[in-house]
């Protein structure tokens, strides 16, 4: 196993990587609000709704974390001819995949779960799914498009969520054609009955699903690699990662090879999806060239990562990068965020109650004025962004010679400050775009704009978000520090 710096390498690379994925598609809803009362016309709690969230599962949420991780994606999968099929195309396309055939089936619905919270207390979950194997016709559609997709792939995941993709007919030819091809498959189980995953090279059972597949006890470490050695035995699997929660992972090779990996999560508040994203990075992980007990502890380290966030998340290859350095996600270097995981970072602020605030600017030189806008900023709301004007677009604002410090180096400035939660860099003139995709609940600015004259205001007071006009503190610029500087040197 390579040393836990030798990694990082892998994971940049992970962009090479092509996988296939075929399984259960599933929707994902997710109501948010509050409790405040008790309905009067039941015994239950009336849960007043303030935001809604869809996002792909399943198998949906396996392609999520390997997008998220940088590798290029095929998937297939069915769907129904319904409202919720056809949101299930446009979140994957929102996710970049556009060259997939999804099967469309006439006589099944697609499989949606709508979750409803208050806080982060799950209250209920409803299901509308159709469960029934694929008939012959589809059946023979999805093998059609999963082996033409086969040549431009390093890896296949068969993320089988037992809604009838993966027939057992279907999940067998996939994995012949896999291994004719010459390519690894990976295979995210369901049920007790493995026979259907024979030969395939890595399974990843957690240790309730080991258990039941097996009929064995898998409490101790002896008897999860006694488990795992009798899956081997019988269905001739390449190895078996088994991840245990609070224990970590187990992985066995066929060869005998054995790696206990101790858990890498600090804080668990949610394990939805953390399977997903255990059977994403490691294929991944193989897919891009890495060996399988280096891609094992990847994987562990992604699955820490996820337990930590709320819902079906995505861990990021930053997010990975860092926990190789073992950084916490408070220090400095952790604050600087791309788009994306800066979304998943306020999604989980906001159910905890916290209030979003927004600010901008270039901070070419740092100076006491913008320390004062930045800690009233902070004051005025629960957590603090910054978008970071980047270097192209203060060249544009400012003119030559400017910025004076990289963006880089800016935002490294910006990340160590208390008052300051999460730092991006924006490279339009303007920070619209962002304030629309951040949606800030306090959007702040310096006192000597009005309202009416501070770029996003529009947008966040149609929300029901406010506009604070911060102090200034007299006598400070970056500009006119910059002349004086240049004054003294003349």
Partial sequence: MSPRANLISLVESLGSAKILCV??????????GSVGRISPEAPIPVLKLEREATMLGGAGNVVRNLVGLGASVRFITVIGRDNNGGEVERLIAEEGITDLPLVDDGGRRTSAKSRYLAGTQQMLRTDQETVFPLSDEMEAKLLAAAKQALSDCDAVILSDYAKGVLTENATQQLIKAAKEDTKTVIVDPKGTDYSRYRGADVITPNQHELAEATSMATGSDEEVTLAAQSLIDQYDFGAVLATRSKDGMALLCRDGSLYHLKTEARDVFDVSGAGDTVVATLSAALGAGGELEDAATLANIAAGIVVGKVGTAVAFAADVIAGLHHQDRDNAEAKVMALKPALEQIDRWRRSGLTVGFTNGCFDLLHPGHI???????????????????????????????????????????????????????????????????RPDVLIKGADYSVDKVVGADIVKSYGGRIVLAELAPGHSTTNTIAKLTADKT
């Fill in 23 to 32: 399984g259960d598609v599933i929707l994902d809803h997710f109501h948010y």
């Fill in 372 to 438: 004062s806008l930045l800690s009233q900023a902070r004051e005025a709301s629960g957590k603090l962004i910054v978008g970071l004007n980047s270097d192209t677009s203060v060249k544009l604002l400012k003119g030559e010679g400017r910025p004076i410090q990289t963006e880089a180096a800016r935002a490294a400035v910006l990340a160590s400050l208390a008052s300051v939660d999460l730092v991006i860099i924006f490279s339009e003139q303007t920070p619209l775009k962002l304030i629309e995709e951040l």
